[in-house]
């Protein structure tokens, strides 16, 4: 119960903190006088208020933390944030119970982008700024998580390189302290999200359009302030901004922080994922282009490029926006969209999915698993780059890959039972595991998650936060094991 | 000359044995007292017991006046620092260091002399490699030796029936590949040197030597034997410092399979090398080579450290349907043993390495030693210096020059970058003139060809006992300064 309490004493400070940054959508409420300035002050006096009494109630079992109690605050944090994130919303759409607004908030803070809401081009501006600096905050937060918890479980990415790979890789622990990592990579953060709020108004974004979705964009969140989304500018140079600043997120903030550090793109050379995300992504616009002109969904094949590279950067990142009803393109798109949202970006980024590294580690495995069988005395290493991989790793990345897939078959089924066809469901509990968004059926990208039932929304935000905190942050709190003293 | 050699390990006693009978003082210092004794029983030398990179010790081998400090033990540590104590404390005038990591070998600035002072920094390995890799590339050669940064190789190849020259006499040759350049040095016949002359006449299982610029070998070997297919498949057995580096070199143009006992070690070098199959067992265990596909390799190359290992697996290759097979060999008795008799190629580590060594002991310029015939001939490349007064080869036709019995002239290398003075000391790095030597010209060597100042020649010597009078013969005369 000690651990637990000083968990909470923590939990506390955290919330205490979170309460203060809903003074920017409040600002903006002030500013513009739109409506939602009591909401945010309610909110704010709640949240902080909560987050006072905890850490104070809890104040005399405050402590180092250990390294279970760390897997303990993430969960927390991770679960519940999102109810105090919900409040805006709940006070201002009467209409919207907690199940939907939780789901909104996990959504948000997961950088997922499936959202609940229609008629969001109606919605106050502090609400949807609201909105968007969720993701905004989701996404900073997960970049710690990489660099903090995630390699504690032997899971995260970054892990992976650190101690087993010789040569270049060695700089992957960029600074000696944890806490300096996460200050230069949060610094990488804000700068790109800067740059890429510049670049949205220069394209032709409102100034809050442009600082909304510079949040979403570099999140890889997917919320939008228009339910048309990117649809709304309808706009090659904006949807080309956007590309370029998905492209970005979606490569492991650590080696943004070498390039600019070295102030040479050597690092991104290195990197084992960045070479195959972008022949993947790229490949795949291309070809689906080609495709898509060829059967004639485009009379234009300059257009068919353009549709297919936004959407499928856009999915493949597991941003979320879209610019058109992809769902209506023949269903072999769609469907190898999902599949390319499973692996396409970078550990450290902010996407979700089983990442890069962990497919190029499971095809490795395959292939030295053939070449074992054609010459039994073969000693093959599991490569990565010029390193070679422990069998720990590739155990943890085995068992990581068979808990995914378990977790997708588990979601899938338990949502058909509660009704949905099989389509909606199997899409929902990807793009959900994936931090994806929008999926297909009734989930697609030109509807919400509205439709789903209380107990089908609940399900869904706990498949979020499931795929957020990598399975096995999450999944370890619920061991007997975990509580034994 | 006066020359301390640190460390009486298979190197250290071979060039020791090779210069004692060039009349050299020769000095051992090695910390086995025993393996000393033994030395100094076959060998005229002087032993002296202790730890190479002591002052004191090296101080009592006579290190004050030694014109030659060759360092071999079997520390990289130990040489480097015997090369920094004969430089700092007695000058010597030459430190060669045998330097086996790569690590050093990768910044040549340490050997500097600010630094450690080494002169010559030899990697017995890396020269092995060479010699095999080249091997591998002409399957038909019992040898390839390269002169003059590889622009000329010396090629010893057993002549077979279905060769065109075979049974022909050496000057149709010119009539069969009219336009090739190339010089017949020496042939051996049932181990006996035969002085080539135009009308010698090729027979079969003659040892041939012939000299040719690296392009043309193909060639030439054409027409004394049938060629093999080219080499795909290598199979090496032994993964230690030979079989890691020969794996490097190789995997990028071959496919390669190597053999490694040791599990760690195997582990290792699957790690550092990317298309190598490396697979984990013995060498000699005919279940691993039959299911690895032993018959289909071009090439079975046994290299562990240990010489029974090798000839067993080799033996083994070859009789389980191995193209050729290769085995190093250390000790001399084996190597008379096996070769001829089953294993295509023996290779005595000690004689390939010493060659290199052997080139910095000589008295003149020389650019190149190789050992042939385990150490019964000698291929060397040198360099001419002076004019036609102070020198007895300058401005000389070939035919001319006063060569012994039994030494021939095969090619001459023009332009090559001068890299050593007058008296064969080094020139600093400021010196040397830096005329690429790409612009370097190979000449096949006629009776008419004349020779010039800073000219590379190479010279095949069938017996060492000449090789004295031929340096003698290549060095500048004072007198005429």
């Known amino acids: ?485 | 000359m006066k020359i301390i050699i640190l460390g009486a390990g298979q190197v250290g006693s071979s060039v020791a044995e090779s210069l004692v009978s060039e009349a050299n003082d020769i000095t051992m210092v090695d910390v086995d007292p025993e393996r000393l004794a033994l030395l100094q029983d076959r060998l005229d030398l002087r032993t002296v017991v202790g730890n190479a990179s002591h002052p004191s010790v090296l101080v009592g081998a006579g290190a004050e006046d030694a014109d030659m400090v060759l360092a071999v033990t079997a520390q990289d540590e130990t040489n480097l620092v015997a090369c920094k104590l004969a430089a700092t404390m007695f000058n010597t005038p030459t430190k060669i260091a045998r330097i086996r990591s790569s690590e050093y070998l990768a910044h040549p600035e340490i050997f500097s002399t600010v630094n450690f002072s080494v002169d010559f920094a030899i990697c017995p390995e890396q020269i092995l490699t060479e010699y095999i890799e080249n091997l591998v590339e002409f399957p038909e050669a019992l040898q390839v030796l390269d002169f003059a940064a590889g622009k000329v190789s010396l090629v010893a190849v057993r002549a077979l029936n279905g060769g065109p020259l075979v049974g022909q006499q050496l000057q149709e040759l010119r009539k069969h590949v009219p336009n090739v350049e190339t010089r017949v040095a020496a042939i051996f016949r049932k181990n006996s040197p035969i002085i080539p002359e135009g009308d010698t006449v090729i027979e079969v299982e003659d040892e041939v030597f012939f000299i040719a610029a690296a392009e043309d070998i193909r060639a030439v070997m054409r027409e004394l034997r049938k060629m093999d297919e080219p080499v795909k498949r290598v199979m090496i057995a032994g993964g230690g410092k030979i079989g890691r580096r020969l794996g490097v070199c190789l995997e990028k143009d071959y496919q390669v399979r190597i053999i490694e006992h040791n599990y760690k070690a195997s582990e290792r070098l699957a790690a550092e090398l990317q298309n190598t199959l490396v697979l984990h067992g013995d060498a000699t265990d005919e279940n691993l080579l039959e299911s690895e596909n032993i018959a289909e390799m071009d090439m079975f190359c046994a290299l562990t450290n240990d010489d029974e290992n090798n000839i067993m697996s080799a033996l083994l290759a070859k009789r389980m349907g191995a193209h050729k097979v290769i085995a190093l060999i250390n000790r001399r008795a084996y190597v008379d043993l096996v070769q001829s008799g089953g294993i295509d190629i023996a290779i005595s580590p000690a004689q390939v390495t010493i060659g290199s060594l052997l080139a910095y002991v000589r008295h003149g310029d020389v650019a190149a030693v190789h050992s042939l015939r385990r150490g019964a001939a000698e291929a060397l490349e040198l360099v001419a210096h002076g004019d036609a007064r102070s020198s007895n080869v300058v401005g000389r036709k070939v035919e001319e020059i006063q060569l012994p019995k039994g030494a021939t002239i095969g090619a001459i290398v023009r332009g090559m970058p001068v890299t050593k003075g007058l008296f064969g000391e080094t020139l600093g790095e400021d010196e040397v003139e830096h005329n690429e030597s790409s612009n370097a010209q190979v000449i096949i060597a006629h009776h008419d060809t004349v020779i010039e100042s800073e000219d590379h020649v190479i010279l095949f010597v069938v017996n060492r006992k000449m090789i004295r009078e031929v340096e003698k013969l290549f060095q500048v005369n004072v007198g005429f300064l």
């Open chain 1, 1 to 485: 119960m000690n651990r637990f309490l000083a968990v909470v004493n923590v939990l506390g400070k955290m919330i205490l903190v979170f309460g203060f940054t809903m003074l920017v959508p409040l600002g903006l409420a002030f500013w513009t006088n739109d409506g939602a300035r009591l909401i945010f002050q309610e909110s704010i006096l709640i949240t902080v208020s909560c987050g006072l009494f905890m850490w104070l109630a809890t104040y005399r079992y405050k402590r180092e933390l250990q390294t279970r109690d760390g897997f303990l605050l993430v969960v927390l944090v991770w679960s519940v944030l999102p109810a105090f994130a919900m409040l805006p919303l709940l006070f201002y759409l009467p209409e919207l119970n907690i199940s939907m607004a939780y789901f909104e908030a996990v959504s948000g803070l997961t950088a997922t982008g499936g959202t609940v809401l229609t008629g969001l081009d109606m919605l106050p501006l502090s609400i949807n700024l609201w909105r968007g600096e969720m993701v905004w905050l989701g996404g900073m937060g997960l970049i710690v998580l990489a660099v903090a918890i995630l390699p504690l479980l032997g899971v995260g990415g970054r892990q992976m390189l650190k101690a087993e790979t010789p040569g270049p890789m060695k700089e992957n622990k960029l600074t000696p302290r944890i806490a300096e990592t996460a200050k230069g990579l949060w610094l990488v953060y804000t700068s790109l999200t800067l740059a890429c709020m510049a670049a949205y108004k220069w394209a032709g974004m409102s100034w809050f359009d442009a600082v909304m979705h510079a949040f979403t964009t570099l999140g890889l969140g997917g919320f939008s302030s228009h339910d048309a989304s990117y649809g709304y500018w309808d706009s090659p140079l904006i949807e080309s901004v956007a590309i370029i600043f998905m492209l970005i997120a979606g490569i492991n903030f650590a080696t943004h922080f070498l390039v600019w550090r070295a102030k040479s793109l050597a690092s991104y050379r290195s990197d084992p994922e960045v070479g195959l995300f972008v022949v993947f992504v790229l490949a795949s616009c291309v070809g689906f282009a080609a495709y898509l002109w060829l059967v004639g969904v485009y009379a234009d094949p300059l257009i068919a490029l353009r549709y297919a590279s936004f959407n499928i950067v856009s999915i493949a990142t597991t941003t979320g926006y879209s610019s058109t009803d992809y769902s209506l393109w023949p269903v072999f798109i769609p469907l190898w969209m999902l599949f390319l949202s499973g692996f396409c970006t970078s550990s450290g980024s902010t996407g979700g999915g089983i990442k890069m590294i962990r497919a190029r580690i499971l095809y490795q495995q395959v292939y030295r698993e053939m070449i074992t069988i054609m010459h039994p005395s073969a000693v093959t290493p599991a490569r990565l780059g010029r390193g070679v991989l422990s069998n720990r790793i590739i155990f943890a990345v085995l068992v990581f890959m068979f808990v995914y897939v378990v977790s997708i078959v588990f979601m899938t089924l338990i949502l058909t039972l509660s009704g949905l066809d099989v389509i909606t469901a199997f899409s929902a509990a990807v793009a959900c595991i994936n931090n994806l968004g929008p999926g297909l059926g009734q989930v697609g990208p030109a509807t919400t998650y509205a439709s789903l039932t209380d107990f089908q929304t609940w399900v869904c935000s706990f498949a979020m936060l499931l795929g957020r905190l990598e399975f096995f942050t999450l999944l370890i709190v619920f061991t007997p094991a975990f509580w034994r003293k």
